[in-house]
């Protein structure tokens, strides 16, 4: 992750997490 904690750590997926998250928003 870059900085961006939705509700995972900092962590390589948390990037994808996030991405996907706000696609589906």
Request: aromatic share 8%; net charge negative; charged share 20%.
């Amino acid at each position: 992750g870059m900085g961006v904690v939705y509700y995972i750590p900092d962590i390589d997926i948390s990037n994808l997490v996030i991405e996907r998250l706000q696609g589906v928003r």
